[in-house]
Each structure stands twice: as C-alpha cells, then as structure tokens.
C-alpha cells in the first residue's frame, strides 16, 4: 500500500462487500487522497472569499479560483509534490498557475499548511457523516425497531455466562442491541458537529493574519463559517486534537456495539441452538470441503472488521502528542484515521442486508426453553418463598434444583414432595402461582420494555438532523 491513496488498501473490499458502484465512489469522494485534495482546495477558497469579502483581494480572485478547483486533478498536485516535497505548497503551486498574475499573491495568504489540512480534515469527515454514516444508522435502526417489535412476544430462554437463565422475549434482546446503538449514534452525531476548523497560522497566535486585518479571530471565524465549521478556541499549528479523537471514538463505540450484536447473533446459529438464520442463496457454498454447511459469515465479517478497525484507534490516541506548536509524528499515521468511517460504513451496510432478511426459528427458541422450562423457574420460586417469609429460600430452592437434576424430575415434581413448604405456597398471590406453573409467564417487563425501547428511538432517529 502507498501513501499516496489510502483508500486504495480498501479496493478489494468493493467486491468482497458487494459494495454498489456509487457507494463506493461516495466513499472515496471523502476518504481517498484525491477527495482530501479536493476538500483542501475548499478550504483555499473559503479563505479567498473572506479575504475578497474584506476587499483585501480582488473578487475576480474568486471566480478564477472556483473554476480552477474544477479543472483540479490530483495527478497534477503529486506531480508537483515530487519536486516541492510539500503536498500543501504543490496544491498551492498548481493552482497560482491557474490564475492571473495579479490575483495569485493572495492564494493561502496567511495561511499555514495544516491551517488547510486540519480544516479539510474536518470537513470531509463531518461531511461524510452526514452524508454517508448518518442515514445508514437511521437505517439500521429502523430496521431494528421493526425487529424489535415484531418479536417482542417471542420466548427466547435468557443465557448468561453461557448458562440458560430466566425467560426472557428475543424482541426484549433486540431491544438491548438497539437501544446501545441508538445511544452511540446519536453520541457520533454530535461529535461530527463538533469537529473543528482554524486559520491561526503558523503557532496559532494569527501572527500572519494580524498584518492583514485588526481583528484576525473574526477572520478566521468568517472562513469557517463559509465552511459550516467553527473554530477551536485556541489553537496551536494544529487543531487540538481531541475534537477528531471524541468522533472516532464514537465511531468505534458504535462498530463496538455491531460487533457484539453480531456474535450474539453468530452463536445463535450454532448447530445445537439453531435459533436465527441468515439469508443463504441458493448457489451459496458454506464451505469448500463440507457441502452441508451454512456459515454465518455476514456476522462474522462484523466482527472481524471490529477487530479490524479497533486497533486503529490506538494511533488517534498516540496522535494527542504533538511537541510544542507541533511536530510531525502523525504526518503517515493521521492518514490512516480513514479506515475508521470506512470500517463502519461496511460493517453496517453488512448488517442492513442482513437484518432485511433476518430469519427467526421460533420453534427452537421453543425447543430451547423447553429443556430448562422447570429449572429457570428456580428464581422465581426462590423470590415467592422469600416473599413469604421463608428464613432459608434460596438454599431451600438451591437444593431442590440439585435434587431434581439428580433424579431426572421437573422442579414442580420435586416441589410437590416438599410438605414443609405448603404454608408458604398456600400464601402465594394467584398471579404468582401461575408463574411457578407456566414458564412463558415468567418475563417481567421484557414485552413492555422491548416496545418502549422500539418507541423511542423511532422516535428520536427523526431528531438526529435537526440536533
């Protein structure tokens, strides 16, 4: 892979990814080298425009600086760069060639490279999230809330540590991936507002720009307005750095979440659990060698893109460390921060193919319940007797799981030989008898809270533009 485009590392990812053509050209428009140039050539010309906005150049400086960006091509700023081992001033230099000898003196004036770089870096991605990333998580989530409503009712047996535990409804499990989600998107929403722009100059102290005007914060403000960007408080040669950190971190949260989603998802396809399935075209093959198999691959390409793209996160870290007004020891590993949105622009392009054509087997969701039915309701006798008074509860039930397992009975035919606990049971509210009777009663809250979450970010997704 070179430096030159970044994005290149990703091409084979188009097929593999069955990303459409105008998704993937979408993608390089903000993340390719030649789509950074093109979002620097903006930023020259925001700050054109200010200046002629000031009367301090001539408008027509302007005009021919719109139509050159036009003719701009990438090819031509490497060219130039090989010879001025400066990728700003060779941006610069090809396009002063485009304009007139009296309006070329005030190209970048009083501008320092990474006023362009860190501008157009927060720019493009800010653009490319509400563009790109913002509409595609409306999506999923949507789709999930569909998901979540639809299977609200359906019993699912509830499993920690590997373990069955109590009842729970899979619309109820959907709901705890949807609502870590929603939470996580949103948060992303407003750190890509957030990212920030400068044009301070070399060190930051507008030294350049306060020979030009008296008030250089106002001019710095007014390019980036242009820009729909606002400045950093105080900058030094660089943006603070922890406006681009809080995004990406935001964006690996949200990759976090659809990872964990996904191998939950993964082992309930196991062979013995068999709960979901995925889509499996017909001329699918599942394994080169077992002809019968049908792997979850959507969902482990998930979370092998988490495993991925996580690591990356650790250089955005390393990058907070800049010597003084700056050094240059995040100059190749800032142009890595791409495969962060790249990342999860297709793990969840991934997860909407897949959740357009989620597949529930409430059958072995059944079958599942069914073969720890008594046992899961351990809990809720222990919760009754305690309720009424039992000095000894949850001991008293710990024992009679034991002896239950031991002579291969049901809880309530072990519980029917227990003549010292009738006084308790006798106690017990008709509601509650029902519940040590009728596993599929025992879910709590699960339908009620699987439709309140669905509800909500329904709701709220609406809300993101206008946040």
């Not at 299977?151 to 047996?157: C, F, G, I």
Request: charged share 25%; glycine share 6%; aromatic share 6%.
């Amino acid at each position: 892979m070179t430096s030159r485009d970044v994005f290149s590392s990703l091409s084979p990812w188009d097929h593999r990814y069955s990303l459409r053509s105008e998704e993937f050209k979408a993608l390089s428009s903000f993340f390719s080298e030649a789509g950074q140039i093109k979002y620097q050539g903006l930023v020259e010309l925001a700050l054109l425009e200010e200046l002629a906005a000031r009367e301090i150049c001539p408008p027509g400086a302007v005009q021919e600086l719109t139509a050159a960006l036009e003719r701009l091509k990438a090819e031509d700023v490497y060219a130039e760069e090989a010879k001025t081992r400066h990728s700003i001033r060779a941006l610069v230099n090809v396009l002063a060639r485009e304009l007139s000898p009296e309006h070329r003196p005030y190209l970048h004036l009083s501008a320092t490279s990474m006023d362009i770089v860190d501008t157009a870096n927060a720019l493009r991605f800010k653009e490319a999230h509400i563009r790109l990333l913002q509409p595609l998580l409306q999506e999923v989530i949507g789709l999930f809330c569909n998901l979540t409503r639809q299977e609200k009712e359906t019993l699912q047996v509830g499993r920690t540590h590997g373990q069955h535990a109590v009842p729970i409804t899979f619309g109820f499990a959907l709901a705890g991936h949807l609502d870590r989600l929603g939470r996580a998107a949103e948060k992303s929403h407003g750190s890509s507002l957030d990212l920030r722009g400068k044009m301070a100059g070399a060190v930051g102290a507008y030294n350049a720009s306060s020979l030009l005007v008296e008030d250089p914060l106002e001019l710095e403000k007014g390019v980036l307005a242009r820009l729909g960007l606002k400045p950093a408080p105080i900058s030094t040669q660089i943006v603070p750095p922890e406006f681009m950190l809080d995004y990406l971190h935001d964006l690996i949260v949200i990759l976090g979440v659809l990872a964990d989603f996904a191998d939950d998802m993964r082992h309930l396809q196991r062979s013995e659990i068999g709960e979901i399935g995925e889509f499996f075209a017909p001329e699918q093959v599942g394994s080169s060698t077992m002809p019968q198999k049908r792997n979850p691959i959507n969902y482990e390409h998930i979370k092998s893109l988490w495993k991925t793209v996580q690591p990356r996160l650790q250089t955005v870290y390393s990058d907070q460390l800049s010597e003084h007004q700056r050094d240059l020891t995040n100059s190749a590993s800032a142009r890595f921060y791409v495969d962060i949105p790249i990342g999860l622009y297709l793990a969840l392009s991934r997860l909407r193919r897949v959740l357009q054509r989620f597949s529930v087997d409430r059958e072995a969701m059944k079958r599942n319940m069914e073969q720890s039915q008594d046992l899961v309701l351990a809990e809720a006798l222990y919760v009754a007797l305690a309720g009424q008074g039992h000095p000894a509860a949850h001991e008293t039930v710990r024992q009679l799981t034991l002896e239950a397992e031991k002579r291969n009975l049901g809880l309530q035919q072990v519980l029917q030989d227990r003549k010292d606990l009738e006084t308790y049971l006798e106690g017990l509210q008709p509601q509650q008898r029902k519940l040590l009777q009728d596993p599929a009663r025992y879910t709590g809250q699960a339908v009620l809270q699987a439709d309140r979450i669905a509800d909500y970010w329904e709701k709220r997704t609406g809300e993101f533009q206008g946040k």
